[in-house]
Nanobody, 124 residues
Framework: QVQLVESGGGLVQAGDSLRLSCAASGRTFSMYAMGWFRQAPGKEREFVAAITRSGSSTVYADSVKGRFTISRDNAKNTVYLQMNSLKPEDTAVYYC?????????????????WGQGTQVAVSS
């Protein structure tokens, strides 16, 4: 069983930055791609960013491209999401997830383990 624990969320002002972390249990972290998703109130969960198992390739949603950066440290079993130039529309619960693929994955159905989420709120 894999456990994912997110941290780093909070309340910030527009233009500020936050860094989310997701710590994973188990010994197989480096074998799988990881991703970040978010869900705003009343909306469906949406893809934010994903990274391959080696960290050599990343993909982003158009809405965050150029502002967010996903990275991972396989030695620490941790994936990060650096969020800069935050906007009120970035307000959501952010979830990290483990894909059952090694390549980047953008669909929720390509992920088999999910964290409990961390709240990010951006005021204008």
């Amino acid at each position: 069983q894999v456990q994912l624990v997110e941290s780093g969320g909070g309340l910030v002002q527009a233009g500020d930055s936050l860094r989310l972390s997701c710590a994973a249990s188990g010994r197989t972290f480096s074998m799988y791609a990881m991703g970040w998703f978010r869900q705003a109130p009343g909306k469906e969960r949406e893809f934010v960013a994903a990274i391959t198992r080696s960290g050599s390739s990343t993909v982003y949603a158009d809405s965050v491209k150029g502002r967010f950066t996903i990275s991972r440290d396989n030695a620490k079993n941790t994936v990060y999401l650096q969020m800069n130039s935050l906007k009120p529309e970035d307000t959501a619960v952010y979830y990290c997830a483990r894909s059952f693929r090694g390549a980047v994955a953008t669909l929720t159905g390509e992920y088999d383990y999910w964290g409990q989420g961390t709240q990010v709120a951006v005021s204008s």
